[in-house]
């Protein structure tokens, strides 16, 4: 138990770090804006309860927000993840469940599920955050245009960081 909070608590500080001092400097003509931290609600166990995971949502988002300087949107859309978060797993679930010790990764249960587990969880994240960004419905599709290049953008490195970092 605690090695798993030893664990995500590197893994918090290693995701800001690497989305704060790479990432938000990287901006492709405007519209696409990666962010790898949303790993770290995508990473939890199966078992972490969900006022917890909500919590962390909140605190991953804020602290983003305090090095962006977005007031607050981070950690709206980075809870609103969380919150979805165990009704998608839920919905994707297998046929047996899920196995006790094992985590929502890549090498658990294949490239398909994974794929579809953070995709759902990362557009809904990067929807919210670009309609607050924006505030307007003037610019839908502009701001859709950002969010799906930006999820798309924000995949390849999530699963590149599968293969590559978080292997078993």
């Known amino acids: 138990m605690i090695n798993f909070l030893y664990r995500n608590i590197g ?5 800001v770090l690497i989305q704060v001092l790479i990432l938000n400097n990287i901006q492709f ?5 990666p962010f790898m931290y949303v790993l770290f609600i995508l990473l939890l166990p199966f078992e972490t309860p969900n006022w917890l995971i909500i919590l962390s949502g909140f605190v991953s988002g804020l602290t983003i927000d305090l090095f962006s300087n977005t007031i607050g949107m981070h950690a709206f859309a980075t809870v609103f993840m969380a919150f979805l978060r165990p009704y998608v797993l ?4 297998p046929h047996g ?3 006790p010790g094992t985590f929502p990764r890549l090498y658990y249960f294949g490239f398909t599920w994974f794929l579809r587990y953070s995709i ?3 557009f ?6 670009f309609y607050i960004e924006v505030f307007r419905f003037t610019d839908f599709f502009s701001t859709l245009l950002r969010v799906i290049l930006s999820v798309l953008f ?5 699963i590149l960081s599968q293969y590559f970092i978080f292997r078993k």
Request: proline share 0%; net charge neutral.
């Open 29 to 33: 003509s405007g519209y696409v804006n």
């Open 11 to 15: 893994r918090f500080i290693v995701l």
């Open 124 to 129: 809904s994240h990067h929807l919210f955050l």
């Open 120 to 122: 759902i969880l990362v």
């Open 154 to 158: 924000s995949m390849v490195i999530i």
């Open 90 to 93: 839920k919905i994707i679930e």
């Open 97 to 99: 469940g899920y196995e």
